[in-house]
């Protein structure tokens, strides 16, 4: 079982660090993320829009988190910029267990919304310094993690839900507030990432980088098919279909077993812009006909029905695992190697619009228009699949004439110092 493990895990070093701190701050989130509904609906007495509303109030404020706070880790180090948001997520995320009043649960969903922005931003540059000669496999490897982590979380979060007392809802709250301190403090014995004064004199270069803010959008356009399985499937099922209810978490099973198994092998040979838009257009074609079988499945027997969603969310996944592994290489190799923490806050931007906008879109689109909802959403998402190779290789020529005028020093690579800083 050791050996086996052993394969399973990265070099030892920075890379399995890393992933220990990733794995340890995902299963936290996947207790909270399961369980958290119901703790702010059951226990504190709050409404359902009410929750919503908080929940859409985070996210949207946090999304201007991102590019200051990637600045910061460009200026000071992604280490020690990421491990201060991990231990800002622990006391944000305690703020919880004091919520008393509706007014003190839109303020912690703020600060836990600011913090999340913050992650991704800060979390990136450590990403590239550390992901070796195969960072793109690296990178798809820590979804996969991510993914395995979320899922043995709601695990855990279904053991507290079970019993359903109030105190054991918090205690999945006070998990949730270890694991970010976990996280920070096993990041704490990573190197640092170190960033030459030198280049960090245009503070702001990403929002005046055409190529990566067209990146950015298109990649917040694709995006939104990502509130699908956790929002728009349930209701449909519900509503459209006469599969069971319990076929919605059969269907997250199918979705999170194909990502932690197919997403690293999926972003082999994802390297450079061309064939991130190549798989970006493929994962347009695979969306379009996940779509068009779970949107047959209306009107079908029971039987045919689940058999088409779970074929549809088979499809759905594949047209997922191939839209990550072109967004991951279109957000770390369209930024400069000295600033990707700001290049990455933008980047957040587009993800966190189409995050917060996700299922007004696909409710809108889906929901009361049956099978031609999904088609036209499904041709909506192919046509923005269609137009990535064009875009990347405009990016990729505007970055090579902006790379081949600068001086040498520019181009750069951050680096790493000390084992432990």
């Known amino acids: 079982m050791g050996r086996l493990i052993g394969k399973l895990l990265p070099h030892r070093g920075p890379q399995r660090r890393m992933t220990a701190a990733t794995f340890v701050n995902s299963y936290g989130g996947g207790m909270f993320i399961t ?8 226990v504190l007495g709050f409404s359902a829009a009410e929750v919503a509303f908080g929940l859409f109030l985070g996210a949207t404020l946090g999304l201007v ?6 600045r910061l880790a460009d200026r000071l180090g992604a280490r020690e910029t990421h491990v201060s948001v991990m231990f800002c997520g622990a006391a944000a995320m305690a703020g919880n267990l004091a919520v008393r009043s509706y007014l003190q649960y839109d303020l912690v969903c703020v600060a836990i919304g600011l913090v999340y922005a913050a992650d991704k931003a800060s979390k990136a540059p450590m990403i590239r310094a550390f992901g070796g000669d195969a960072p793109g496999e690296y990178r798809a490897y820590l979804r996969s993690v991510i993914n395995l982590a979320l899922a043995l979380g709601a695990l855990t979060a279904g053991v507290g839900m079970g019993v359903g007392t109030p105190t054991a809802y918090r205690c999945l709250i006070a998990a949730r507030v270890a694991a970010f301190l976990g996280c920070g403090l096993i990041e704490s014995g990573l190197p640092r990432v170190v960033t030459p004064r030198s280049q960090l004199e245009d503070r702001w270069a990403a929002f005046r980088d055409r190529p990566y803010l067209t990146a950015t959008v298109l990649n917040s356009l694709m995006s939104v098919h990502m509130a699908l399985p956790t929002f728009l499937l349930p209701l449909w099922i519900a509503q459209d279909t006469t599969a069971p209810r319990w076929t919605v978490s059969g269907l997250l099973v199918i979705n999170t077993g194909l990502i932690v198994l197919l997403q690293v092998p999926a972003s082999r040979g994802v390297e450079g812009h061309r064939a991130a838009g190549r798989r970006m257009f493929w994962a347009g074609a695979a969306l379009l006909v996940g779509f068009g079988l779970m949107g047959l499945a209306a009107g079908a027997g029971t039987t045919a029905a689940t058999t088409l969603l779970a074929c549809g969310i088979a499809a759905y996944t594949v047209g997922e695992i191939w839209h990550a592994a072109a967004s991951m290489e279109w957000s770390f190799s369209l930024a400069p190697p000295h600033a990707l923490g700001q290049y990455s806050g933008v980047f957040g931007l587009g993800g966190g619009a189409a995050e917060a906008a996700g299922p007004a879109v696909l409710g809108a689109a889906v929901l009361g228009h049956g099978r031609v909802g999904w088609l036209v959403l499904g041709l909506a998402l192919l046509a923005v699949g269609a137009v990535s190779p064009v875009l990347v290789g405009w990016a990729s020529r505007s970055q090579e004439r902006r790379v081949a005028s600068a001086p040498p020093q520019s181009v750069d ?8 800083g």
């Open 413 to 420: 690579s951050a680096r790493t110092v000390g084992a432990a």
């Open 35 to 42: 369980s958290s509904a119901l703790y702010f609906t059951v």
């Open 65 to 70: 988190a991102g590019v200051f706070v990637g």
